[in-house]
């Protein structure tokens, strides 16, 4: 389907833009939320008689959100959820509670300015993106923790992920080293046990019977 944008549209243009887009993407958001009109012959003559208006209109929404955005922009949000082990919530952090969490510091946004590819589902210092007009846009981080101590750890960069696991492996680390140092003094004091061994093996003759057998055979030769 083409349409005429009617205002600015990521990855697909600016305002008074003719595109073409898929029938149920025009279907059920951009004509329904106002952003675009069929492109016909009659939207089209509409759209230039009102266009001055429409960008006037534009112009200004943007200038609010601009203002707006300084309450926003680089904001931290905590989230405290319980989580396992692995870190993986019980559950999900959702547009609507970051929008709630924003609130709470004073910052005012909508669930649909809360751009979220998909729900949040494990601990961890996530940025957001928060579109406040098409053409303003800015970052909040949500962090998101089991507890309020692990999010003050993630706050300053610590994954804690890796230090639950690295205190976990220290035992088993220490363990192995001691259970290595134990078997070092044992082969180490069987070694010259088996050398001393060596020499009275059964079936070897003795160093002091050679010579005897030599004496025996020079007394059987004839004179």
């Given amino acids: 389907m083409e349409i005429i944008l009617l205002e ?4 697909l243009g600016a305002i008074g833009d003719v595109v073409k887009v898929k029938d149920g993407f025009a279907r059920n958001y951009l004509l329904p939320r106002k952003k675009a009109l069929r492109a016909n012959e009659a939207n089209r003559k509409v759209f230039e008689a009102n266009r001055a208006k429409i960008e006037e209109d534009n112009a200004a929404r943007r200038t609010d959100a601009e203002k707006a955005s300084k309450g926003v ?10 989580a ?21 510091e004073g910052a005012h ?6 751009v979220l590819d998909r ?6 210092v996530h940025e957001v993106k928060i579109a406040l007009h098409p053409e303003v846009a800015v970052t909040v981080k949500v962090n998101v923790a089991r507890s ?54 059964e079936g070897e003759p003795a160093a002091a019977e050679e010579p005897a057998a030599e004496s025996g055979e020079e007394a059987e030769k004839p004179e």
């Fill in 148 to 201: 309020p101590e692990e999010a003050d750890l993630q706050a300053q960069g610590v994954d804690v992920l890796q230090q639950m696991f690295e205190e976990e492996a220290a035992p088993m680390v220490a363990e192995e080293l001691a259970a290595a140092e134990e078997e070092a003094p044992a082969e180490a004091a069987e070694a010259p046990a088996e050398t001393a061994e060596a020499p009275a093996a």
């Fill in 8 to 11: 600015r549209v990521e990855k």
């Fill in 109 to 114: 946004v909508t669930k649909s300015q809360v």
């Fill in 84 to 104: 396992s082990n692995t870190g993986q919530l019980y559950g999900s952090v959702s547009a609507r509670d970051i929008v709630d969490a924003l609130e709470a």
């Fill in 73 to 82: 922009d680089g904001k931290t949000v905590q989230l405290i959820r319980q």
């Fill in 119 to 124: 729900p949040i589902k494990a601990i961890g």
